[in-house]
Each structure stands twice: as structure tokens, then as C-alpha cells.
């Protein structure tokens, strides 16, 4: 069973910096990738940042240099570091952790962290 439980959503000042946290119940290894997508009203989820098992990492165009992804291995925890937030950050940002099983790729998904920044 996949658990995902983000945490670290609130409201926050045009400029300012929140970081989320999104922790498994498994070995965060046994994960293709784990990341962020995010999802404003009347929009469709977009992807924001993953991070590969080995480490590579991708981000959405409209969050590159200022959110940071990265993970613990021993708390089995990714993070987003979210800086320099601007009013079109306003989401709320799901966990997702994709597993492999043979040729199939799963998505996991969290219930999702609201993000507002407004001033």
C-alpha cells in the first residue's frame, strides 16, 4: 500500500518562501521518481518538479530557479523548497510517486496541500 502525506501548504506573501514535505510509507528507493504537480482553478494539473531515483531532476518552465526539489532517503521524504513566490503559484500541489511494475508505470497521489499567495 502507497501512503502519501504532504504537509507545509499555507498562505503566504507575493515574494516569500514556503517549503511542502510529502512522506511514504515505503522505501522511497522502491520509487521510479517522486515529485510535485500542482493544479489552480479552471486549470489542468501541471507537472512542477520530480526527482528520479538516480537523481535527476526536472522542472516546469514556469518554476525553474525558484523551487528546489530534493529527498531524504532516511525519512523517506521529498521536499519543494518554494521561493520567490509570485500570485500564479496559487495551487494546490499534489505529491506523486510513480512505481514500475514490469512494463507498466503506476501514479501515486497525495490529497493535496493548498498554496496561496497573496499579499
Known amino acids: 500500500q502507497v501512503q502519501l502525506v504532504e504537509s507545509g501548504g499555507g498562505l503566504v506573501q507575493p515574494g516569500g518562501s514556503l517549503r511542502l514535505s510529502c512522506a511514504t510509507s515505503?522505501?522511497?528507493?522502491?520509487?521510479?521518481?517522486m515529485g510535485w504537480y500542482r493544479q489552480a482553478p479552471g486549470k489542468q494539473r501541471e507537472l512542477v518538479a520530480h526527482i528520479t531515483r538516480d537523481d535527476s531532476t526536472k522542472y516546469g518552465d514556469s518554476v525553474k530557479g525558484r523551487f528546489t526539489i530534493s529527498r531524504d532517503n532516511v525519512k523517506n521524504t521529498v521536499y519543494l523548497q518554494l521561493d520567490s513566490l509570485k500570485p500564479e503559484d496559487t495551487a494546490v500541489y499534489y505529491c506523486?510517486?510513480?512505481?514500475?511494475?514490469?512494463?507498466?508505470?503506476?501514479?501515486?497521489w497525495g490529497q493535496g496541500t493548498q498554496v496561496t499567495v497573496s499579499s
Open positions: 515505503r522505501n522511497i528507493l522502491s520509487y521510479h521518481a
Open positions: 506523486n510517486a510513480k512505481m514500475s511494475a514490469g512494463p507498466t508505470m503506476y501514479d501515486y
